[in-house]
């Protein structure tokens, strides 16, 4: 089945707030590059069908064919001060896993800490975020029809292959977006989303395997996460930054 494609009267008509402004692109290299060099307001959001260079955490790249992602970066600048910008990635990812149950109505899309979104234990979608001086621009990557020659890596999916089910991305970024502006406002109005964040990870629980910054690793139970995004392990460390591995499920 060919994808409906991206349109942006479809998005702007299905969300009921002035919050967001979305622009759609047929092919750029990032939309993480567009949103960086084009001086964004605050809920400024641009979605493409291709990405030439699309990027992941870490340096990685993040490749997705034509039309078969969802990929989107916007802009978020704090209104008033944000005691923990670093939450943002955990409050946008549970936004999405969120959205990702609520639209194919089951409870298998669970965080994986930092910023995937896992189905089965398998990389259904990552995000990145990446801070400016003044604000934070934060990028999605969602397989939706993508089949599985078409996967970036064996232990990845997409809502197709995961639930059978072809999701129309227009309706897809519309309910995200209802979804996450309803989190960013309780959020800047101070509220703790971390119930939220905990209710839907797939890591709390989990032994992992952490690679650090610095080359080393730790390997523990994750027991927790808190208000400024970091992780907990069973050992008393606090992690903040960190390539996370499931060891029960033996799948990164
Ligand atoms: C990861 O899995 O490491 C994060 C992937 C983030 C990909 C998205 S796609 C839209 C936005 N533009 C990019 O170049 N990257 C992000």
């Known amino acids: 089945m060919k994808p409906e494609l991206l349109n942006a009267d479809a998005i702007a008509g299905a969300l009921e707030s002035s919050y967001w402004r979305v622009s759609v692109v047929e092919e750029i290299d990032s939309t993480q590059n567009y949103l960086r060099t084009s001086n964004p307001k605050s809920g400024d959001l641009i979605t493409v069908e291709y990405q030439s260079a699309g990027r992941g955490r870490l340096d990685r790249k993040f490749d997705a064919e034509k039309s078969s992602a969802l990929l989107f970066s916007f802009y978020f600048e704090p209104e008033n001060e944000v005691k923990n910008l670093g939450y943002l990635t955990l409050l946008v990812g549970a936004s999405v896993t969120a959205t990702l149950n609520e639209i194919t109505n089951n409870d298998n899309f669970k965080c994986k800490w930092p910023n995937d979104v896992l189905f089965n234990q398998k990389k259904v979608a990552g995000l990145l975020a990446e801070k400016t001086s003044s604000g934070v621009i934060v990028g999605v990557g969602i397989n939706v029809s993508t089949s599985k020659e078409a996967l970036p890596v064996a232990h990845a ?63 523990a139970k994750a027991v927790d996460i808190d208000e400024t995004g970091s992780l907990h392990l069973d050992n008393g460390q606090l992690i903040t930054v960190g390539d996370v591995i499931h060891l029960d499920s033996k799948l990164s």
């Open 157 to 219: 999916t997409s809502i197709f292959l995961a639930t059978d089910r072809q999701i129309n991305r227009n309706e897809l970024l519309a309910k995200i977006l209802h979804n996450l502006e309803n989190d960013l406002l309780d959020w800047q109005s101070g509220k703790d989303l971390t119930a939220k964040y905990r209710s839907l990870s797939a890591t709390i629980g989990s032994q992992v395997l952490i690679a650090l910054p610095d080359g080393s690793s730790v390997e």
